[in-house]
């Protein structure tokens, strides 16, 4: 039976992690087989690639990231930058003002690959505990400043973020919608904390330019490839897989996924504690999905 894919994009937390934020040795091989058949195989993470190295070591993936929620095309073997989606100055003011005026650190990405950091830490108040754990174990390398007017890359910004409770934040989300509009793509979820606890009151705000997502990012690369659509595979969990488990040939969804990405997903997979994405994978290969 001839092969009905020709690549295979996979999201990380929630997905080909399991709740301690590790690859089981089953997802492991799946990953390794599906290589050896021939998919080509792209991870798509919310994260920044410096927090994806664990992950991607675990997998041996030296190929592409799409990192940053859609924001960055890596490539994951010299960590270099292959295409970006970077953010106006405007909107980066306007969305640092609004978090400053609301007492919170504001977190700034950057493409890592420009200016050799990773996050501009913006504003007088603490960084939230959270995020100083995230950097610490991810090995972010952060540069704090008071203001926004003190960033020495301003062109260089793919994300603006804040860390706070949902409660906090929702009155922020409210706001942000209103005075942005169309201007800007706003996404509002728990966060990943030391306890693994994804459905804590941690919660993270990220604002990117409008048109990311990991679709957008996916596309134009494999229509450079040559590669149909209907020949995608793509397996996600979360808010930020919606769009591509939508328009992709097959969108595969967690067991464990949220609804959004249950309604638009062609077949639901074992969760990501049950080895869901080596179930996948075998389905793919073996011409059942």
């Given at each position: 039976?001839?092969?009905?894919?020709?690549?295979?994009?996979?999201?990380?937390?929630?997905?080909?992690?399991?709740?301690?934020?590790?690859?089981?040795?089953?997802?492991?091989?799946?990953?390794?087989?599906?290589?050896?058949?021939?998919?080509?195989?792209?991870?798509?993470?919310?994260?920044?690639?410096?927090?994806?190295?664990?992950?991607?070591?675990?997998?041996?993936?030296?190929?592409?990231?799409v990192a940053a929620?859609?924001?960055?095309?890596?490539?994951?073997?010299?960590?270099?930058?292959?295409?970006?989606?970077?953010?106006?100055?405007?909107?980066?003011?306007?969305?640092?003002?609004?978090?400053?005026?609301?007492?919170?650190?504001?977190?700034?990405?950057?493409?890592?690959?420009?200016?050799?950091?990773?996050?501009?830490?913006?504003?007088?108040?603490?960084?939230?505990?959270?995020?100083?754990?995230?950097?610490?174990?991810?090995?972010?390398?952060?540069?704090?400043?008071?203001?926004?007017?003190?960033?020495?890359?301003?062109?260089?910004?793919?994300?603006?973020?804040?860390?706070?409770?949902?409660s906090e934040l929702?009155?922020?989300?409210?706001?942000?919608?209103?005075?942005?509009?169309?201007?800007?793509?706003?996404?509002?979820?728990?966060?990943?904390?030391?306890?693994?606890?994804?459905?804590?009151?941690?919660?993270?705000?990220?604002?990117?330019?409008?048109?990311?997502?990991?679709?957008?990012?996916?596309?134009?690369?494999?229509?450079?490839?040559?590669?149909?659509?209907?020949?995608?595979?793509?397996?996600?969990?979360?808010?930020?897989?919606?769009?591509?488990?939508?328009?992709?040939?097959?969108?595969?969804?967690?067991?464990?996924?949220?609804?959004?990405?249950?309604?638009?997903?062609?077949?639901?997979?074992?969760?990501?504690?049950?080895?869901?994405?080596?179930?996948?994978?075998?389905?793919?290969?073996?011409?059942?999905?």
């Amino acid at each position: 039976m001839s092969r009905r894919y020709d690549m295979l994009v996979i999201d990380l937390d929630g997905t080909l992690l399991d709740r301690r934020g590790r690859v089981s040795s089953e997802n492991r091989k799946a990953v390794s087989r599906a290589r050896q058949e021939g998919l080509e195989l792209i991870i798509a993470t919310g994260r920044a690639l410096v927090e994806s190295a664990e992950p991607l070591k675990q997998i041996k993936h030296d190929h592409l990231v799409v990192a940053a929620g859609g924001s960055l095309l890596c490539n994951a073997a010299d960590g270099r930058t292959l295409e970006r989606r970077i953010m106006p100055l405007d909107l980066v003011e306007d969305i640092t003002r609004c978090l400053l005026g609301h007492g919170h650190k504001v977190l700034v990405l950057k493409d890592a690959d420009a200016t050799g950091y990773d996050y501009l830490a913006v504003g007088p108040d603490e960084l939230d505990p959270a995020s100083q754990w995230w950097f610490e174990v991810m090995a972010s390398t952060v540069r704090f400043v008071p203001s926004l007017e003190d960033d020495p890359h301003p062109t260089d910004t793919v994300r603006v973020g804040v860390v706070a409770t949902g409660s906090e934040l929702a009155p922020i989300v409210h706001q942000l919608e209103s005075e942005l509009g169309d201007r800007a793509f706003l996404q509002h979820w728990p966060a990943v904390t030391s306890s693994r606890a994804i459905r804590s009151s941690t919660h993270l705000l990220e604002v990117f330019n409008p048109e990311v997502n990991k679709w957008t990012m996916v596309e134009p690369y494999s229509s450079s490839r040559g590669i149909d659509p209907q020949r995608i595979a793509a397996i996600g969990d979360g808010l930020n897989d919606v769009e591509i488990l939508r328009e992709c040939g097959l969108g595969i969804a967690m067991a464990n996924a949220c609804k959004p990405v249950l309604k638009v997903a062609d077949q639901v997979t074992g969760g990501n504690n049950d080895h869901g994405v080596a179930s996948a994978i075998e389905h793919i290969l073996d011409g059942t999905w």
